[in-house]
Nanobody, 124 residues
Framework: QGKLVESGGGSVQAGGSLRLSCATS????????WGWFRQAAGKEREGVAG???????IYADSVKGRFTFSSDNDKKMLFLQMDSLQPEDTAMYYC??????????????????WGQGTEVIVSS
């Protein structure tokens, strides 16, 4: 019965930065796929970034070069460093657990459970 709790969201001006955190607990193994997803108003939840058990990361084209996914095995935490934020990045951001093995695609159907989300608002 894993649990995920996101934090670090907020309101920033375009060009600003935020660092999201995701505290994990209750998972049999931290060595697995993890993902960051976001859902903007009126849109489907979409994959933003993923990391596998070897530390390899993948990013949506829309955030590549601006966002960085990292993890801390000791603290069992995930982080999403978001730089050069744009209004289009405005959304609820969620962390989620993925498969234990391999390198999962950033598809929401491959992930769960999910955190409660943290809101990111980027103004022009």
């Amino acid at each position: 019965q894993g649990k995920l709790v996101e934090s670090g969201g907020g309101s920033v001006q375009a060009g600003g930065s935020l660092r999201l955190s995701c505290a994990t607990s209750g998972f049999s193994s931290f060595i697995r796929n993890w993902g960051w997803f976001r859902q903007a108003a009126g849109k489907e939840r979409e994959g933003v970034a993923g990391i596998d058990g070897t530390g390899r990361t993948i990013y949506a084209d829309s955030v590549k070069g601006r966002f960085t996914f990292s993890s801390d095995n000791d603290k069992k935490m995930l982080f999403l460093q978001m730089d050069s934020l744009q209004p289009e990045d405005t959304a609820m951001y969620y962390c989620a657990a993925g498969p234990l093995l391999g390198r999962s695609e950033l598809l929401k159907g491959n992930y769960g459970p999910w955190g409660q989300g943290t809101e990111v608002i980027v103004s022009s």
